[in-house]
């Protein structure tokens, strides 16, 4: 019996995962519940049994999106050894696990309400996790005694442009590049004197 539940999970899991890819390759607002059971090779059915509705069906899935990198960015962070290396490591990973979404899998993302909450929770929470960090390097002594708070809203601040492909526009930056920028801009601005 625990075989069984173990296959259904592995199973719903993998639909879950093929779901994923679809919709940060294609965006999701054009593709209704028969259009991603043919590309999934599935039943509508199948899909039913994930959500009760397409609307629900986008959120599990962005939901999960963001849970997975989370996941990965705090696998990446827990390598850095200093505080300068945190705070880069996080910001390039937070782009590094975006760099699959197309651009209308975040024009989708923005424009339907239930994942744009969902995007903004994600953005403040990051931006508590960089205050988090840039607070602990000015306790080592690895940072200046900044305002964490305000660095971190503005950290977050952009963020939310380069997700929104704000930055991309206007400087041509791709997603990965742009956080490397951020990070290495904070990181400078925020470096203790001797550093």
Do not use: W
């Not at 904070?186 to 470096?191: E, Q």
């Amino acid at each position: 019996m625990d075989d069984t539940i173990g296959f259904g999970t592995r199973r719903r899991d993998d639909l879950f995962n093929r779901l994923l890819t679809l919709l940060l390759a294609e965006g999701f607002a054009q593709l209704g519940v028969a259009d991603l059971a043919t590309r999934l090779r599935c039943s509508k059915s199948t899909l039913y049994t994930l959500a009760g509705s397409k609307e629900q069906l986008v959120v599990a899935t962005v939901t999960q999106f963001f849970r997975t990198t989370t996941t990965q960015v705090e696998s990446a962070v827990a390598g850095a050894v200093t505080a300068r290396d945190r705070v880069i490591t996080y910001l390039v990973a937070v782009g590094d696990a975006l760099a699959p979404a197309s651009e209308a899998f975040m024009t989708d993302l923005h424009a339907f309400g239930p994942t744009r909450e969902l995007y903004e929770r994600n953005t403040a929470a990051a931006a508590l996790r960089v205050q988090g960090l840039i607070s602990e390097g000015v306790a080592a002594g690895e940072f200046r005694d900044v305002d964490a708070a305000f660095a971190a809203d503005m950290a977050a601040s952009m963020m939310s442009r380069i997700q929104r492909r704000e930055v991309a526009a206007t400087t041509g930056l791709d997603d990965a590049s742009a956080y490397r920028q951020l990070a290495s801009i904070l990181t400078v601005g925020i470096a203790a004197a001797d550093e």
